[in-house]
């Protein structure tokens, strides 16, 4: 452990072995191989440089823990790092509402690193200030966008792709584990249970992405939000599965949100048994799903 604070760390032996017998003096440990540990989970993380970010800006959103607020994260496509990152705060550095990838600059955050799992993430200093420009990055946006085979398991993603196929979400027997036949489309305001199959034109390659809000659905097929929940009361599952595929077969959309190579601890496949990612808006407050051509025409 002495050696990982002096070598990888870059801590002063003598100053670690002082600090350490001064942490056992005073009972703050037992022993000093806990003092070491200890300084270790202080030091581990360390700023490594200060950068400005530049690129398209997709929203903003508090951490919270057991109900309270302990941060916020602010979430961008940069210029830089062609993808997308995530600048962490203690208080929002983005004040008012922005339209999703409006150009936007970030200033003096700061890289850091824990050194022991090599793990990364951006982190807003007093100095960062962030300003936006007056028109959207769509061009960075359409150039470096991922396809769906490059999604994996937990990492965030945006990606473009057109919807090839309309499903409706099986329902199962709680305890038996038999098939009940598909959900409702659409079971009220607030809930939806209906899954796109994600085409990438120029690889071919595919992905799932279950929608959860019937809003969404509305906004992407064109249809009126209060005529689409008629619908949903009046026709069966599958007519209205047909209708909807019938609206949206072919539309090209932007997802932003988090990515998944298993769902309920199985690898997701498709029909071959190829391994198809499953995309998730869901636990990820800035997630979102939009037409393509809806961005253009109000670029």
């Given at each position: 452990m002495l050696s990982f604070l002096t070598e990888t760390?870059?801590?002063?032996?003598?100053e670690v072995e002082e600090k350490a017998q001064e942490m056992k003096d005073s009972g703050e440990v037992l022993l000093i191989v806990n003092a070491y540990e200890?300084?270790?989970?202080?030091?581990?993380?360390?700023?490594?440089?200060?950068?400005?970010?530049?690129?398209?800006?997709?929203g903003q959103h508090a951490r919270t823990r057991d109900g309270e607020v302990t941060g916020y994260v602010t979430w961008l496509f940069s210029e830089a790092d062609h993808a997308v990152v995530r600048v962490n705060s203690d208080?929002?550095?983005?004040?008012?509402?922005?339209?999703?990838?409006?150009?936007?600059t970030v200033t003096e955050v700061e890289r850091w690193e824990n050194l022991e799992t090599e793990y990364q993430w951006l982190q807003a200093?007093?100095?960062?200030?962030?300003?936006?420009?007056?028109?959207?990055?769509?061009d960075l946006v359409l150039d470096f966008a991922q396809t769906v085979g490059e999604v994996d398991e937990d990492e965030s993603y945006l990606v473009i792709?057109?919807?090839?196929?309309?499903?409706?979400?099986?329902?199962?027997?709680?305890?038996?584990?038999?098939?009940?036949?598909?959900?409702?489309?659409?079971?009220?305001?607030?809930?939806?249970n209906i899954r796109l199959v994600l085409e990438?034109?120029?690889?071919?390659?595919?992905?799932?992405?279950?929608?959860?809000?019937?809003?969404?659905?509305?906004?992407l097929s064109g249809i009126e939000f209060e005529r689409l929940m008629k619908a949903a009361a009046q026709m069966d599952v599958q007519e209205l599965a047909q209708q909807l595929y019938t609206a949206l077969e072919g539309e090209e959309v932007v997802v932003f949100g988090r990515g998944s190579a298993y769902v309920n601890g199985e690898e997701v496949t498709d029909g071959d048994g190829n391994r198809r990612p499953w995309l998730t808006l869901?636990?990820?407050?800035?997630?979102?799903?939009?037409?393509?051509?809806?961005l253009e025409a109000d670029a």
């Open positions: 760390i870059g801590m002063d032996e003598e200890k300084i270790k989970e202080e030091n581990v993380a360390q700023p490594q440089e200060a950068v400005d970010l530049e690129g398209a800006y997709l208080e929002p550095i983005v004040d008012g509402d922005h339209q999703q990838f409006t150009e936007v200093t007093d100095d960062t200030e962030t300003e936006f420009g007056d028109e959207l990055a769509l792709a057109d919807i090839a196929d309309v499903d409706t979400l099986g329902e199962f027997h709680e305890d038996t584990g038999d098939y009940l036949g598909r959900k409702p489309v659409i079971e009220d305001e607030d809930t939806a990438e034109a120029r690889s071919g390659e595919q992905a799932t992405i279950k929608l959860q809000n019937p809003r969404d659905i509305a906004r869901s636990n990820f407050d800035v997630g979102f799903i939009t037409s393509l051509d809806e």
